[in-house]
């Protein structure tokens, strides 16, 4: 069974407390900060090396200084990193970690993210079961904070897991329940995700007219709002669905598009494996192993 297309969340610490700069010496609980940030911006830019690198001091310098809240964060973005390098395993060991830390300190919003998390990896190992579990209790935490975006997004996995274990009926219901939250929210971003959903389920089942109607609105909305994740997801399903309906030409130019957003962004390893898959030698996303 394949897994493709995860939506991780790193977490963003600007300002969370900060005073300002101690009177002598360095502020570590400032720097730690200046360093999550730091990775982040280079996450965001697909540098994955360098953002492992600032989110790893910044956890040494949580660590000395016992500032848990912020702890849980750069394990969490240490754990997206792994997962977006491809190492599942490793991505567990600081999503768990980091899921310890968030119950200690009964934060909601903390948990459903990293449950989220680790949802992902989860699927990425070929456990929907697990992963469906992960993304139950996530949804459960999402609802005892102010509506956002959490919630859309566990109701989301859910039908990932779904869809993983080939329950489409309830994908699709689960799909449909996270677009409605995002209709509610006005999230376009949000709307436009599901869509993907959508489309990419409709493409299992072989109903190539209604997944080209939700691909097709999605990539719009994707390119209204400059998402470049977005945008390389759909494509690549954009992709398959020429390839299932034996269009080569139309495969190989939304191919060229993705792969030179994967060479833009450094993106290696995805654009080998697309590659591969547009000259019939693989998939263009990892092998999971059936749970």
């Known amino acids: 069974m394949r ?10 610490v600007v300002g969370l407390g900060c005073a300002g700069p101690a009177k002598t010496g360095v502020d570590l609980k400032a720097r730690a900060i200046e360093l999550n940030d730091a990775g982040y911006d280079f996450y965001r830019q697909s540098r994955w090396n360098l953002a492992e690198q600032k989110f790893a001091q910044a956890l040494k310098y949580n660590r000395l200084i016992d500032r848990r809240v912020g702890i849980a964060a750069n394990l969490n973005n240490l754990g997206v990193i792994a997962q977006e390098q491809g190492d599942s395993d490793r991505a567990v060991t600081y999503f768990q970690e980091a899921l310890g830390i968030n119950r200690d300190l ?6 459903s993210e990293t449950l989220n998390n680790l949802g992902v990896a989860y ?9 469906a579990d992960a993304f139950e209790q996530a949804l459960a935490q999402a609802r005892l904070v102010p509506s956002g975006p959490l919630e859309a997004l566990s109701l989301m996995h859910l039908g990932d897991a779904a869809r993983e274990r080939r ?15 995002d209709e509610t929210r006005k999230d376009a971003r949000g709307r436009a995700m599901r869509w993907e959903r959508l489309g990419r389920t409709f493409l299992d089942l072989k109903d190539y007219g209604r997944s080209r109607m939700y691909l097709a609105d999605a990539l719009k909305e994707f390119r209204g709002l400059q998402d470049t994740d977005g945008i390389s997801e759909t494509l690549k399903d954009l992709t398959g669905l020429a390839l299932a309906q034996g ?22 390893r995805e654009a080998k494996k697309l590659e591969a898959w547009l000259k019939g030698k693989g998939a263009a996303s990892g092998e999971g192993k059936a749970e």
């Open 106 to 111: 009964e934060d909601p919003r903390g948990l």
């Open 123 to 131: 699927l990425a190992l070929g456990k929907p079961r697990a992963a």
């Open 167 to 181: 329950e489409y009926d309830l994908a699709l219901n689960c799909y449909h329940q996270a677009l409605r939250v």
């Open 3 to 12: 897994y493709q297309g995860v939506w991780l969340s790193v977490l963003l």
């Open 247 to 268: 269009d080569r030409e139309e495969a190989a130019l939304n191919g060229k598009l993705l792969l030179e957003i994967y060479e833009a962004r450094g993106q290696e």
